[in-house]
């Protein structure tokens, strides 16, 4: 086992942290009063949704550009739309990952299908022609992102290292159809992933080669539960600020989640959690953090009831099982991360029954290290990333 820490100092990180927030994947979850009224004598207990926000405009952005950005995205439809429109202007930000992307990377979208008779979009970059392929990494991504954008650079510097790199979009988010930021189901969520990647795995081109699996943030918790449900069918996992534990001070009371368990079942789409300005929370680069509103589809309104409740449910279960984490395991996290706390993953390091684990934190990262920090954390980032993977692709 090997215990690489850049920073550790126990008195500026609490596994507990005394907050108003949950930690809930990449975003936060208010304290109960915020949409919970208090009733008075004699009147029932009443849920107050709050009024979906007006999005920002786009710094630098034609007035054309903002209102396609401005688009109501609930629908797969639309969301694909504005992607398309937007293709082009993402890829010229001046992003670490967008300027020095390696060329000659083979790319593939396309559209699939599931069992549940959902159309799911999928993404790979393979190596450029004759680079033996070493091994393949499933992807699977943070609360209310997709698989493109930012991914985009991060999968083609593996890629050029040798790897196949594939992704998806869970149903309702990115592009892949479903309500926009829904999940009825985080089981359901967890075992599309499965049946996804299970295709993908199937590729002749990855007959026989090492498999990896990387999340990042509520793909963290996506991650672990693929690997519980299957634990002998993958090398390895790679956790980027992963969810995988609630701090107990800051879950809601028995009697409160049970209001809202019921609530969700009512009126599950509903929008009722307020939600912080992300980009400041997780991007510690202000110029990047900028960037980060480019990231048009991503789902950025109030969370809905019935995800919360499925978040919240699933971190629990994470937790309740961390012990029966047996895949050779690497986690890394912000030191400075004030959206999952990166205690949480040391606690995942200590009770994973994992022989071969690894656990790094960064000084003074926040939690998109991959895509938030400067330039020099961010290659860093992902050269400890490949590094690990090649070690244990020598291995096998």
Known sequence: ???????YQSSSLSLFRRNSDHLIGATRIRQMPIFLRRPMSGQSTVLAPIVAKKKSEIEGLSEEMNSIASQNLDFAPARRWVRSAFSDVQQKLDHVLFKTAPPGIRT??????NSRGLEIFCKSWLPKEGVPIKGDICFCHGYGDTCTFFFEGIAKRIAASGYGV?????????????????????????????????????????????????GQSMGG???????????????????????????????PPAAVL?????????????????????AELAFR??????????????????????????????TKDVESQVEKVSSPLLVLHGAADKVTDPLVSKFLYEKASSKDKTLKLYEEGFHSILEGEPDDRILKVLDDIISWLDSRCALK
């Open 1 to 7: 086992m090997e215990l690489s820490l850049s920073l």
């Open 108 to 113: 593939e979208e396309w559209y699939e299908q």
């Open 166 to 214: 594939y992704a998806m979009d869970y149903p309702g988010f990115g592009l892949s159809e479903g309500l926009h930021g829904y999940i009825a189901n985080f089981d359901e969520l967890v075992d599309d992933v499965i049946e996804q990647y299970r295709n993908i795995k199937g590729r002749p081109e990855l007959n026989g080669l090492p498999r990896f699996i990387l």
């Open 221 to 251: 918790a996506v991650t672990l539960k693929v690997h519980l449900k299957q634990p002998d069918e993958w090398d390895g996992i790679v956790l980027v600020a992963p969810m995988c534990k609630i701090a107990e001070d800051v879950t």
């Open 258 to 278: 049970k209001i809202l368990t019921l609530a969700s079942e009512v009126i599950p789409e509903a929008k009722l959690f307020p939600q912080k300005d992300l």
């Open 285 to 314: 680069d202000a110029r990047k953090r900028k960037m980060a509103a480019y990231n048009v589809i991503a789902y950025s309104d109030q969370m809905r009831l019935k995800t919360a409740v499925e978040l919240l449910k699933a």
